[in-house]
């Protein structure tokens, strides 16, 4: 295996954040609050400032954005705190992160194509294409047939999110689609490239297997 495969900035946030996290989750797990109820309720916000979004009100939808955020890592915390058995949250969470996917990359452009800018709508349809095969790569290298742990990549779900909120709250307060036009093109070319730097150390590590 090569030894690039160094934690993503979403693998070291979730590290550095873990005590605080497990706090607010052992808090919530004594007020009987369940992790598969906060995960829903993240997609929930998500799909709410799609809507937002997708009408051109930048701001309201990049806040909901923001606050829907730490739910994305409350809900584990959660289901540590109550100690919870089997892997259907994990993948619960991983799914619905994928419709979040959706529903932003889809609110932007439809935004564009009321607009007519296809240009901007193609390249929402090229973000959401790599941010699908960045979490692709990952979950099919993990396959037991596979068994390799890809944590590589320059724009894995911490940084992708972090290009969306920017770039939806800047367009909010300047009250201008530049931002966005800017960070999609980020997100379609490091969407993309993240999957192949993927791919390639699947490619590697494999090979260094003999397989």
């Known amino acids: 295996m090569t030894d690039d495969n160094l934690p993503t900035l979403t ?19 004594r007020l ?18 799609a809507v937002y979004i997708g009408t051109g009100d930048f701001l309201s939808g990049g806040v909901l954005l923001l606050l829907s955020l730490p739910l994305d890592a409350i809900d584990g915390a959660v289901a540590r705190a109550i100690q919870r058995q089997g892997s ?8 619905l992160d994928r419709y979040a996917d959706g529903f932003i990359f889809a609110a932007f452009g439809y935004h564009f194509a009321r607009h007519g ?11 959401l294409i790599g941010s699908y095969l960045v979490s692709y790569v ?24 972090a290009v969306i909120l920017v770039m939806t709250l800047a367009a909010g307060v300047l009250q201008s689609v530049q931002p966005l036009e800017i960070g999609l ?25 003999g397989e």
């Open 185 to 209: 093109v980020i997100l379609a070319v490091g969407t993309n490239l993240t999957a192949l730097q993927r791919l390639r150390y699947v490619y590697s590590a494999l090979k260094n297997r």
């Open 11 to 29: 693998d070291k946030s979730r590290q550095s954040l873990r005590m605080p996290l497990d706090r607010i989750g052992r808090w919530l797990a």
């Open 32 to 49: 009987g609050a369940p992790p598969d109820a906060i995960t829903a309720l993240g997609l929930l916000l998500v799909g709410v400032a």
């Open 117 to 127: 800018r296809l240009d901007m709508l193609m390249l929402a349809l090229f973000s």
């Open 88 to 95: 259907f949250g994990m993948v619960l969470d991983s799914t």
């Open 138 to 161: 990952r979950a099919r290298a993990d396959d037991s047939k596979v068994s390799i742990a890809v944590a590589v990549g320059w724009f894995s779900r911490l940084e992708r999110v």
